[in-house]
C-alpha cells in the first residue's frame, strides 16, 4: 500500500538470462526456459536471452555488456556453481560486483536445503551488483532455478512486495557514482 492506502502498481523490469553450458542449446536448454517462463509469467521483460561456455571470459563479458544496457535491470545466470574444473561462473562474475549479496546465497541454500538437504553446499549460487544491475548466479537445474525465482526473486523484483524490495532501490543503486 502506498501512504494514501492505494495498492502499489506492478513495475516490470528488463531481465537478461544468460546460461552457462558447453553442452546446453536453446533447444534443450529447460533451465533457461523455466527462468524465461516465469519472468514473464510475472510479467518483466525479457530484454536479452543467451548462452555461453564455460569459459570466464566469455561469461565476464556477455554479463558485464548486459549491465551497460539501460534496458537491463536485472541478469540472471544459471550454470557453473558447482565444484568441477569446468565451474567457473562465480568467478569470473564476483570481480564484477560492486556490493555482494550474501543474504542471496544463505536464502537460496535455506530453501534449497528444504528440498535436497545438504547436497545444497555443491552449489555456489551467489549474488550481487554492478553498474546499478542486480545479478543472479544460479545452479544449472530447472529445480534450482525454480527455488530461486520463486522463493526469492519473484517477490523481490516485484515493487508490491512489502516490506521492502528490489525494485524501489533500483534508482539510487548508481548514488555512488554520482558523488562529488
Request: charged share 25%; with cysteine.
Amino acid at each position: 500500500m502506498t501512504s494514501t492506502g492505494q495498492p502499489r502498481p506492478f513495475i516490470p523490469v528488463g531481465i537478461a538470462v544468460l546460461t552457462v553450458s558447453d553442452t546446453r542449446t536453446l533447444a534443450d536448454d529447460k533451465s533457461g526456459d523455466t527462468l524465461v517462463a516465469r519472468i514473464l509469467e510475472a510479467g518483466h521483460r525479457l530484454v536479452d536471452r543467451a548462452i555461453v561456455s564455460d569459459d570466464r571470459d566469455r561469461i565476464y563479458n556477455q554479463v558485464k555488456a548486459w549491465t551497460l544496457s539501460d534496458e537491463i535491470d536485472v541478469v540472471i545466470t544459471t550454470g557453473g556453481t558447482g565444484f568441477t574444473g569446468r565451474d567457473v561462473t562465480p568467478e569470473a562474475l564476483e570481480p564484477l560486483f560492486e556490493k555482494r549479496m550474501d543474504g542471496f546465497s544463505e536464502v537460496f541454500h535455506r530453501i534449497s536445503y528444504d528440498k535436497i538437504g545438504t547436497s545444497t553446499i555443491q552449489s555456489r549460487a551467489t549474488g550481487g551488483v554492478a553498474n546499478a544491475t542486480f545479478i543472479f548466479v544460479l545452479p544449472g537445474s530447472p529445480g534450482a532455478c525454480k527455488d530461486a525465482w520463486d522463493g526469492i526473486l519473484k517477490g523481490q523484483l516485484d515493487y508490491r512486495h512489502m516490506p521492502c524490495n528490489f525494485v524501489e532501490i533500483m534508482p539510487r543503486l548508481d548514488e555512488h557514482l554520482k558523488r562529488g
